[in-house]
């Protein structure tokens, strides 16, 4: 499983913001985007991610800042007082999201695609790939993570050399 927030965390916008320049600097060199972008390319990476559920919250969608966060551990007033504004979930954004969806694999039944198409093609993503190739291939079992991932590791490193 993987999300960009929980109820629990600031959004993504207002961790962004709050993070310290060289942090920054280095995440919108891996993601590939500017000030602007950064929430939607956090989004689109757990879309393309391996994991078998991606959760986006609203706030993260609506690209919504600190003052949108839900909850602070060990507070106990002021929680849970964010509200989904009427009207907020639009149908061009509900268009953005469904059309990474579908770039990303993630729409057809619900499944991971094996060959999600957003998924970059560094070798760490073709391992991560291969892993979960594997654990699929053994009836979605678990117990063998490690044992998956360096067959992975080897096959891929296997077809490098060629």
Not at 22 to 43: D, F, H, Q, S, Y
């Amino acid at each position: 499983m993987v999300y960009t927030g929980t109820h629990d965390n600031d959004t993504t916008a207002g961790w962004y913001r709050k993070l310290p320049g060289t942090p920054r600097k280095a995440l919108e060199k891996k993601l590939g985007a500017n000030n602007r972008e950064i929430v939607w390319a956090m989004i689109r990476e757990a879309l393309a991610s391996q994991a078998n559920t991606a959760i986006v919250p609203a706030q993260d969608l609506l690209e919504l800042g600190s003052e949108a966060r839900m909850n602070f551990p060990g507070i106990a007033k002021g929680n849970w007082g964010w509200r989904l504004k009427d009207g907020a979930l639009t149908r061009k954004l509900a268009q953005r999201l469904r059309s990474l969806t579908i770039e990303c694999g993630r729409l057809k039944t619900g499944e991971l695609s094996s060959a999600a198409r957003c998924q970059k093609d560094d070798p760490m993503s073709r391992i991560a790939k291969r892993a979960y190739e594997l654990y699929e291939r053994r009836g979605r079992q678990n117990g063998q993570t490690d044992q998956d991932w360096l067959q992975a590791e080897r096959e891929i490193k296997l077809e490098a050399t060629r």
